[in-house]
């Protein structure tokens, strides 16, 4: 990103106590900790408790110590071919397990599309600032970047900034995203792929909303519950403009007397089932996922109330009162 002129968080790296006590001391709080490697979403520590950051900082080696970046995050999904890319429509993910944003950070646990608060050219501004530069530089190195480029964002005061680059799609931002899509998304990979996405049209989106509410099993996101049998999923599928994408699901059998081939859908893991609806606003998409929700059942359901209630005004993700 500096090579690209992206911007983003100050940020230093550090393998030493003495690196990080100075990086802490410049920045200020809250601390913004990451570990320097693959650590299964459990790398990033925000606080406000300096000891928590150190402590967090000597456990993973090699760290990045960033400027806390203040402002509601968004993400948004470019798609690219290499030297240009389509932006596809910003949407907002609920990371945090429970209501109010509290708890443990998770892999999501809703999200909507949308974001009718957010500058109408946010997407715009964000080809032009982040990712036009990074294709750019991809290209200057040799190594041109094919695929999905999902920028997550924290909109401040000074404008977006990128909090992470990740080389996907990624549930549950994606899902209200590809809802509203009307135009054919395997013909814009096709090109993408092919390095012509200028020979076809930009993405087109419906009126409307669609929001997401994410179904975890017991222990999530410590852990998770697998064998859990869910019930009503063929109530939930399909009525009212919903569709219930399974995550960590399986089935098994289940003989019963009379019934040899009897199976169950049972919980596979720690994110489920993401239940989501299409509507005329994200009030009407939010009543109709929580309404197909209400019908599905499991032990140890784990489900937020207040997915898309209110945009995340804050960087939930970031809320250092919980964390
Ligand atoms: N510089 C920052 N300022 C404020 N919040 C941050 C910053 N970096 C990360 N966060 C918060 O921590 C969360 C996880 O950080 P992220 O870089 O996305 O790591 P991960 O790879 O675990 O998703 C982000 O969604 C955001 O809420
Ligand atoms: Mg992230």
Redesign the pocket.
Known sequence: MAAAGVPT?RSFTCTTAEEVAAALDELGA?Y?V?DDAL?A????V?TNDRAEAVDHAAACGRVVI?????GP?VSLFAVCDGRTAYPLQPAQDF?RIFDGGLGP?TGGMGSYSPLTWAPADLADVVMEQVVQPTLDEMVRRGAPFVGCLYV?L?LTDAGPRV??F?CRFGDPDIQPVLAMLTSPLGTLLHAAAQGRIDEVPAPVFADGAAVTVVLASAGYPESSSKGDVIRGVGNANGVNDVDVIHAGTAIIAAPEPGDPDHRHLVTAGGRVLAVRAVGYDVADARARAYAAADLITFDGLQRRTDIAAEPLGV????SVKDS
């Open positions: 968080a809250p913004v990451k650590a979403g459990k790398g990033v925000v960033e400027e806390f970046l203040d995050e990371k950070n997550g924290a909090i992470e990740n960087v939930e993700g970031a």
